[in-house]
Nanobody, 116 residues
């Protein structure tokens, strides 16, 4: 069993920055991939960014306009999402997900609210 705990969300003004963290209870380098998703009120959960274990290849959704950066620090068992130039459209609950083989693990989410 893997537990993921997100932190770092909060209220920020438009144009500001936040760094989200996702702490894993197991060695994060063992995950096939790690990702950040978000869900805004009334909308479906969407992929924001992901990073692969072996290739370290990263992906960020076009909606982020290259304002977000995903990274992981294996010794800390932590996944990060650095967000800059935040917009009101970025307001959502952000979730961390880890995939290990056929299993998916989700965190409880952290709220990000961007005020205009």
């Amino acid at each position: 069993q893997v537990q993921l705990v997100e932190s770092g969300g909060g209220l920020v003004q438009a144009g500001g920055s936040l760094r989200l963290s996702c702490k894993s209870s197991r060695e994060i380098w063992k995950a096939d991939s790690m990702a950040w998703y978000r869900q805004a009120p009334g909308r479906e959960r969407e992929l924001v960014a992901s990073i692969q274990r072996t290739s370290r290849t990263t992906y960020t959704a076009s909606a982020t306009d290259r304002r977000f950066d995903i990274s992981r620090v294996d010794p800390e068992n932590t996944l990060y999402l650095q967000m800059s130039a935040l917009k009101s459209d970025d307001t959502a609950v952000y979730y961390c997900k880890g995939t290990m083989g056929p299993f998916e693990y989700w965190g409880q989410g952290t709220q990000v609210t961007v005020s205009s």
